[in-house]
C-alpha cells in the first residue's frame, strides 16, 4: 500500500525546493549567461560557447584583477585571524573597563562597508586626511601622501580598510573558541611553562586549530569576494590597481552591460575560492572537516 | 426591507463615484532621476501636479554613479517607468535598444519642432538620436578650467591660455610651496572622468572620431593623444592631487592648495558661494586652454519611455509632465539656473535678466555665454557608454603612469572598433 512514509525522500522537498529555487535555478542561469553573448543593451542572446572565457581571461583587466584578489586575500586573511586572535587573546583577561573595550572591538561589525569606506576615505585623504595630518604633525612627511590614487599603495590601504571591519567577527569566534578551553589545563600549563609564547605555541593553539581554519576559510572567501569598500573607495583604481575579481564581475555586467563576460568571471571566481577552500584545509589539517 | 437597505447602499455608492469623477480618472506617472537636488525636483513635482488635477508623479531616484544600470534592469524588468532623466552618452543605446520613445510620438503635432528650436546647438545634437528629438533639456552645461584669481595674482601669474602655460604656472606655484597646484576630479566609474579628458582634448582642437565613426585619438599628433601624454606628465611632476568627487573637490579648492581645476561649470557657483565657502569669489572661469579653447557641452534631458508613449493616456500626461519641465516659458530651466546655477539648453534664457543677476554672483556671464557658444557635443553612439566604461580605466591607468599613452590609446581604439563591428553585426 502506497503511504508516505515508504517514500521519505517526498518530506525532503519543502527544504530542496527553496534550494532549487535560489541557488541552483541563479546558477544555472547565470552558466547558461556565461555561455551566451548578452550585452543587454544590445539585442539578441547568440550562444558563443566558450567565446566569453576565453575573452575576459585573456583581457588585461581580468589578469590584473586576478592578480589584486590574490594579493588582496593573502594580506587580509591572515591578517585577520592574527590581530583577531591577539585581540581575543587581550579580552580574556578581565581588567577595569574591558566589557567598554569589548565593545567597542565589535564597532566595526556594525557599520555598513559605505560608511566604513567613507571614514577610511577620509582617513588617508590627501588634503584633510587624519593621517597625513598626523605624519606631518610628527614630522615625518613634509608632503601629503596620495595614499588612495597612488597605483603603489592603494591596494595596501584598501585591504587595511577592509581588515578593519573583518576583525570583530574574528574576535567573537576566537573568543568563544578560548572559552571551551578547560581552565585547569591552561591553569597547568601556566605552572609547567612560564613562557608565555611557548604555552600559546602547544597548549592553546591545538586547542583553537578549528577555529583558525574556520577563520582563515571564511577570510579568504570574504577577501577574495569583498567588493563594496573597493567600490566606494576607490572604484577598482587608480586605472586597476585595486580592481577584484568581485569588482570586475560588476564593471563586466553593470558597468559594460556584458552579462556574458560577467558571469564567465563569476564562475572562474567559484572555481578560484573552492580551490583555496582546499588548499587551506590541506595546508592546516584540523579534525574541522574529518568524516568521523 | 434587506433590499431597501441594498439598494441604498448601492445608491450611495455610485452617488459617491459621481461626486469624485477625478479618482477613477487619475494617473499616476512614474518619474524615475538620479538623486541631485531632491526637494527642488519633489517641489517642481508637486506645482505640475497643481497645475494639471488627475496627474500624479511618483518620483524614484537613483545614485548617479549607478543611475544608468539602475534604470535599464528597472526597464528590462517591466517595473512601470513612464520618464527619465536621460544622459547623452546613454541616449542612442536607449534609442536602439527601444526603451525610449521619441518626443514627437507622444507630442502635439508641430510642437517639438518649435521647442527644438529654441535649443542650443551642442544641446540638440545631444537629445537626438536617428535624426528623432528624443528629449528636452533637463540641464545643460560645459566643463570649465577653473583658477583661483587670488593665488594667480599673488603669484604674479597670468591666467594660462595653453595647457603647457598650465604646466609652467603649476611648476612656478609648486616652487613657491604649493605642494599640488591642480586637483583632478578623478573616479574612472562617472561618466564625468572621460567628458573632462573630451573637454581638455576639444581644447587643443581634437576630434576624436572622423564622420565614420572611426577613432582618431591613437595618432599621437592627435589632440586627444597630447593631452592625455600631458596629463600624465602633470602627475609624474607631482603637480596633480586627486579627488573622486566635485563635493571634496570644492572642498579642498577652498583650502587654498589648489589653483587650478577642470569640472562641470556649475561647480563653479558651488566654489563661489559666500554662504558656505571661505574663499567664495576668489574662482573663476577661463577659456580651456588650447588653440582653439573650445570645450565639451552636453545635455541631461527628460526622456518618455516607450512603454508611456505606447498607452495613448499615459503618453499625453508624459508630455504634459515633460513640457511643464522643460517647455515654454521655461521656468523651471530658469529656477534650477537661478537657485542651483546649473546650465540650460533653451536659449532664450541666456536673455533673462533674472537668469543674468543670479549668474552674476558666481560668474562672468560674458564668458560663460562666450564658452557656450564654442562648445562642442561629444560623439554618442550606442555603445559608446559600453566602451567609455572600458576606456576610463585605461585612461586612470596613463594618467597615473601605470600604462604607457600608445598602449592606452590603442587599446581604447581597437576596443571601440571592436564594439562598433559587433554593434553592425547585431
Not at chain 1, 601629503?144 to 603603489?152: G, K, R
Not at chain 2, 564622420?211 to 600624465?232: C, M, R, S, T, Y
Given at each position: 500500500m502506497w503511504t508516505i512514509n515508504r517514500f521519505p525522500a517526498i518530506w525532503l522537498i519543502p527544504a530542496l525546493?527553496?534550494?532549487?529555487?535560489?541557488?541552483?535555478?541563479?546558477?544555472?542561469?547565470?552558466?547558461?549567461?556565461?555561455?551566451?553573448?548578452?550585452?543587454?543593451?544590445?539585442?539578441?542572446?547568440?550562444?558563443?560557447?566558450?567565446?566569453?572565457?576565453?575573452?575576459?581571461?585573456?583581457?588585461?583587466?581580468?589578469?590584473?584583477?586576478?592578480?589584486?584578489?590574490?594579493?588582496?586575500?593573502?594580506?587580509?586573511?591572515?591578517?585577520?585571524?592574527?590581530?583577531?586572535?591577539?585581540?581575543?587573546?587581550?579580552?580574556?583577561?578581565?581588567?577595569?573597563?574591558?566589557?567598554?573595550?569589548?565593545?567597542?572591538?565589535?564597532?566595526?561589525?556594525?557599520?555598513?562597508?559605505?560608511?566604513?569606506?567613507?571614514?577610511?576615505?577620509?582617513?588617508?585623504?590627501?588634503?584633510?586626511?587624519?593621517?597625513?595630518?598626523?605624519?606631518?604633525?610628527?614630522?615625518?612627511?613634509?608632503?601629503?601622501?596620495?595614499?588612495?590614487?597612488?597605483?603603489?599603495?592603494?591596494?595596501?590601504?584598501?585591504?587595511i580598510a577592509h581588515v578593519w571591519t573583518q576583525i570583530p567577527f574574528a574576535v567573537v569566534l576566537m573568543m568563544a573558541a578560548l572559552s571551551t578551553i578547560n581552565s585547569e589545563t591552561l591553569e597547568a600549563a601556566s605552572i609547567d611553562c612560564p613562557n608565555p609564547f611557548k604555552r600559546f605555541r602547544y597548549v592553546i593553539v591545538p586547542e583553537i586549530k578549528s577555529m583558525i581554519v574556520v577563520l582563515l576559510v571564511y577570510n579568504a572567501l570574504t577577501a577574495f569576494t569583498s567588493y563594496d569598500l573597493v567600490y566606494a573607495m576607490t572604484g577598482g583604481g587608480p586605472g586597476t590597481a585595486t580592481t577584484l575579481l568581485s569588482f570586475q564581475i560588476w564593471r563586466e555586467s553593470f558597468s559594460m552591460y556584458d552579462f556574458g563576460a560577467g558571469s564567465a568571471v563569476a564562475f572562474i571566481v567559484v572555481v578560484i575560492s573552492a580551490v583555496l577552500i582546499v588548499a587551506i584545509t590541506r595546508a592546516l589539517p584540523s579534525d574541522l572537516f574529518a568524516s568521523e | 426591507m434587506q433590499l431597501r437597505k441594498l439598494l441604498a447602499v448601492a445608491a450611495l455608492i455610485s452617488g459617491a463615484a459621481v461626486v469624485h469623477p477625478a479618482s477613477s480618472q487619475d494617473l499616476t506617472l512614474e518619474f524615475v532621476v538620479w538623486n541631485y537636488s531632491l526637494e527642488t525636483v519633489q517641489d517642481n513635482v508637486k506645482q505640475f501636479e497643481a497645475a494639471n488635477p488627475g496627474i500624479k508623479v511618483n518620483v524614484t531616484d537613483y545614485a548617479w554613479p549607478d543611475y544608468q544600470d539602475s534604470l535599464i534592469l528597472r526597464i528590462r524588468g517591466n517595473t512601470p517607468t513612464d520618464i527619465v532623466y536621460g544622459g547623452q552618452d546613454w541616449l542612442p543605446a536607449w534609442g536602439a535598444a527601444g526603451f525610449i520613445a521619441p518626443l514627437d510620438s507622444v507630442a502635439p503635432d508641430g510642437a517639438v519642432a518649435e521647442l527644438s528650436g529654441d535649443i542650443a546647438g551642442f544641446a540638440l545634437t545631444d537629445v537626438t538620436y536617428d535624426g528623432k528629438v528624443y528629449g528636452l533639456?533637463?540641464?545643460?552645461?560645459?566643463?570649465?578650467?577653473?583658477?583661483?584669481?587670488?593665488?594667480?595674482?599673488?603669484?604674479?601669474?597670468?591666467?594660462?591660455?595653453?595647457?603647457?602655460?598650465?604646466?609652467?604656472?603649476?611648476?612656478?606655484?609648486?616652487?613657491?610651496?604649493?605642494?599640488?597646484?591642480?586637483?583632478?576630479?578623478?573616479?574612472?566609474?562617472?561618466?564625468?572622468?572621460?567628458?573632462?579628458?573630451?573637454?581638455?582634448?576639444?581644447?587643443?582642437?581634437?576630434?576624436?572620431?572622423?564622420?565614420?565613426?572611426?577613432?582618431?585619438?591613437?595618432?599621437?599628433?592627435?589632440?586627444?593623444?597630447?593631452?592625455?601624454?600631458?596629463?600624465?606628465?602633470?602627475?609624474?611632476?607631482?603637480?596633480?592631487?586627486?579627488?573622486?568627487?566635485?563635493?571634496?573637490?570644492?572642498?579642498?579648492?577652498?583650502?587654498?592648495?589648489?589653483?587650478?581645476?577642470?569640472?562641470?561649470?556649475?561647480?563653479?557657483?558651488?566654489?563661489?558661494?559666500?554662504?558656505?565657502?571661505?574663499?567664495?569669489?576668489?574662482?573663476?572661469?577661463?577659456?580651456?586652454?588650447?588653440?582653439?579653447?573650445?570645450?565639451?557641452?552636453?545635455?541631461?534631458?527628460?526622456?518618455?519611455?516607450?512603454?508611456?508613449a505606447a498607452d495613448p493616456a499615459r503618453a499625453e500626461a508624459a508630455w504634459k509632465f515633460v513640457d511643464f519641465m522643460a517647455g515654454k516659458p521655461y521656468a523651471v530651466a530658469k529656477r534650477w539656473a537661478v537657485e542651483k546655477g546649473l546650465g540650460f539648453g533653451q536659449l532664450p534664457l541666456f536673455e533673462d535678466q533674472e537668469v543674468i543677476e543670479a549668474w552674476g554672483k558666481w560668474a562672468d556671464v560674458n564668458a560663460l555665454g562666450e564658452q557656450a557658444s564654442i562648445a562642442k557635443a561629444g560623439t554618442y553612439t550606442e555603445f559608446s557608454s559600453v566602451w567609455s566604461a572600458y576606456f576610463r580605466p585605461l585612461l586612470a591607468q596613463a594618467m597615473v603612469g601605470d600604462a604607457s599613452v600608445d598602449q592606452v590609446m590603442k587599446d581604447g581604439a581597437q576596443r571601440w572598433t571592436e564594439l562598433k563591428e559587433q554593434f553592425a553585426n547585431r
Open positions: 525546493l527553496p534550494v532549487v529555487l535560489m541557488t541552483l535555478y541563479p546558477v544555472g542561469y547565470a552558466l547558461w549567461t556565461s555561455l551566451h553573448e548578452v550585452m543587454i543593451l544590445f539585442p539578441g542572446e547568440p550562444f558563443v560557447g566558450l567565446e566569453n572565457y576565453r575573452r575576459v581571461v585573456a583581457s588585461n583587466y581580468f589578469q590584473d584583477a586576478l592578480r589584486n584578489s590574490l594579493v588582496f586575500t593573502a594580506l587580509a586573511a591572515p591578517s585577520v585571524v592574527v590581530i583577531g586572535t591577539l585581540i581575543a587573546l587581550f579580552l580574556q583577561h578581565g581588567f577595569f573597563g574591558s566589557q567598554v573595550v569589548r565593545s567597542v572591538v565589535l564597532l566595526p561589525w556594525v557599520l555598513p562597508g559605505a560608511i566604513s569606506a567613507v571614514l577610511w576615505v577620509w582617513v588617508f585623504h590627501p588634503s584633510f586626511g587624519m593621517l597625513n595630518g598626523v605624519l606631518r604633525s610628527l614630522g615625518l612627511i613634509d608632503a601629503p601622501i596620495h595614499w588612495l590614487t597612488n597605483p603603489d599603495t592603494a591596494l595596501t590601504v584598501v585591504a | 533639456p533637463y540641464y545643460s552645461d560645459t566643463i570649465s578650467f577653473i583658477y583661483n584669481k587670488k593665488i594667480l595674482e599673488d603669484a604674479g601669474i597670468a591666467v594660462p591660455t595653453t595647457w603647457e602655460e598650465v604646466t609652467a604656472a603649476a611648476e612656478q606655484l609648486k616652487a613657491g610651496g604649493m605642494d599640488r597646484p591642480i586637483i583632478y576630479e578623478y573616479n574612472q566609474e562617472l561618466p564625468n572622468f572621460y567628458d573632462a579628458f573630451v573637454a581638455q582634448a576639444y581644447g587643443r582642437g581634437a576630434e576624436l572620431f572622423d564622420a565614420d565613426l572611426n577613432p582618431l585619438f591613437a595618432d599621437p599628433e592627435n589632440g586627444a593623444f597630447k593631452q592625455l601624454e600631458w596629463i600624465a606628465d602633470a602627475y609624474a611632476k607631482e603637480l596633480v592631487q586627486s579627488d573622486n568627487h566635485e563635493s571634496t573637490i570644492i572642498t579642498a579648492m577652498n583650502t587654498g592648495n589648489h589653483a587650478f581645476t577642470i569640472v562641470y561649470t556649475y561647480v563653479l557657483a558651488a566654489l563661489n558661494d559666500a554662504a558656505t565657502q571661505p574663499l567664495a569669489g576668489q574662482f573663476a572661469l577661463a577659456p580651456m586652454p588650447g588653440d582653439t579653447h573650445a570645450t565639451l557641452g552636453f545635455a541631461k534631458s527628460y526622456v518618455v519611455t516607450a512603454a508611456a
